[in-house]
């Protein structure tokens, strides 16, 4: 889990780039918190529910570890959404 925090003056969505990870399809990001349910993970097309000026959201990262391949290497890019 990490936290991102908008220290803009306008409200943001936002989109997670995992391409450049090692195997991508084993990496989820969604929001995390009391909703979680409710919010589908990044991978399906969405950007997240937004961040207001001064907050911050939680994102959780789930990854799955079966198969044994090798998960390391790469990164994220987080990026604002229009």
């Known amino acids: 889990m990490f ?5 803009g003056t306008q409200f943001v969505r936002l989109g997670i780039d995992k ?3 090692s195997h991508p399809e084993k990496w ?4 995390y918190g009391d909703a979680l349910d409710s919010y ?8 997240g ?4 000026p001064g907050d911050s959201m939680a994102v959780g ?3 799955d ?5 090798d998960l390391s290497g790469g990164g994220i890019v ?3 959404q229009g």
Request: proline residues 9%; hydrophobic residues 30%.
């Open 61 to 63: 990262v789930r990854i």
């Open 3 to 7: 936290r991102i925090t908008n220290s």
């Open 40 to 47: 589908p993970n990044w991978d399906e097309g969405y950007t």
């Open 65 to 69: 570890t079966t198969g044994g391949v």
């Open 49 to 52: 529910p937004g961040i207001s």
């Open 78 to 80: 987080i990026k604002a």
């Open 19 to 21: 391409t450049a990870l």
């Open 28 to 31: 989820d990001f969604y929001p």
